[in-house]
């Protein structure tokens, strides 16, 4: 059964793009499909998934793909996947995204969907993750690894 990480967006556009390109090295890491889910409507008011607008990534998927499940991590995102992060946070008082994201430094969570809710990227979280078939990643520097990934995951549309 395939299983998932969801890259909520927030912030500006460089802001998600950091988080997506957290979510890329992730979801290859933990061997999931990447899903990004920019409905949040700071930059439409349509309800549209904007990354796919402007953005080919042959990694990623909308979030159509996802299974209707509880297995979600962390639960405050259960029955709650079409919200957006800010509106989420303020129904539930929170003030930052710890409660709401998932630990990129580790591997083996068991449930289906994992969600991400970052305004930047995580990647010195995951240098733990740097080892085996990865471990050439940690000789090099964090924006050596986003450039690496955005490069090769991430391409504008024209």
Not at 22 to 44: F, H, K, M, N, P
Not at 69 to 98: A, C, F, M, N
């Amino acid at each position: 059964m395939t299983k998932y990480v969801v890259v909520k967006g927030t912030s500006g556009i460089g802001n998600r793009v950091f988080a997506v390109a957290t979510g890329i090295l992730y979801a290859q890491l933990s061997e999931r499909q990447l899903v990004v889910d920019w409905r949040d409507g700071s930059y439409c008011n349509s309800g549209e998934n904007l990354f796919f607008r402007y953005f080919d990534c042959p990694v990623a998927q909308s979030v159509e793909v996802l299974p209707l499940t509880d297995s979600i991590y962390p639960t405050v995102w259960t029955h709650r996947l079409h919200r957006s992060l800010g509106s989420l946070r303020q129904e539930l008082g929170l003030k930052g995204y710890l409660d709401m994201s998932f630990d990129v430094s580790r591997l083996g969570y068991e449930e289906d969907i994992l969600v991400l809710a970052a305004y930047t990227h995580k990647i010195h979280a995951m240098r733990p993750l740097f080892t085996g078939d990865a471990r050439g990643l940690a000789k090099l520097t964090s924006p050596e690894i986003l450039m690496s990934i955005l490069r090769e995951n991430l391409f504008f549309k024209r």
